[in-house]
């Protein structure tokens, strides 16, 4: 199962813009595929990134989680993608604060 970063205080999930396999930029979550790299690479990813490993949680997704969640996305950096106690997903506009399910 997929692994994200989950901030511990908010419950947003980590996205950013990424790089797909055909080599097309794009706006979604990060997600490593396994543990181990997970593990190896979380604090340097975000350390790269100017934000404090001590404040996010590596945790795991179905796939059609880290699908939905980039749905949710939009491919648009001004929305935020966040987790609840339930395992649901809600992005939000940070520029409008408007919420969607």
Same mark, same amino acid.
């Given at each position: ?6 901030? *511990? ?11 797909? =396999?055909?080599?097309? #930029?794009?706006?979604?979550? &990060?997600?490593? !595929?396994?543990? %181990?790299?997970? +593990?190896?690479? =979380?604090?340097?990813?975000?350390? /790269? *990134? /100017? +934000? &404090?490993?001590?404040?996010? !949680? $590596? @945790? %795991?997704? #179905?796939?059609?989680? @880290?699908?939905? /969640?980039? @749905? ?7 929305? *935020? $993608?966040? $987790?609840? /106690? ?7 506009? @940070?520029?409008?604060? #408007? %919420? *969607? !399910?």
């Amino acid at each position: 199962m997929p692994l994200v970063l989950k901030h *511990r205080t908010t419950a947003q999930l980590y996205s950013c813009k990424l790089i797909n =396999r055909y080599d097309l #930029e794009y706006y979604g979550l &990060q997600y490593w !595929e396994s543990p %181990e790299l997970a +593990e190896q690479e =979380r604090d340097s990813f975000l350390q /790269g *990134r /100017g +934000e &404090q490993p001590a404040q996010w !949680e $590596l @945790v %795991e997704l #179905e796939e059609r989680q @880290v699908k939905l /969640g980039n @749905v949710k996305l939009n491919n648009n950096p001004s929305r *935020r $993608l966040f $987790l609840d /106690g339930e395992g649901r997903l809600a992005a939000r506009d @940070v520029s409008s604060g #408007e %919420e *969607r !399910e």
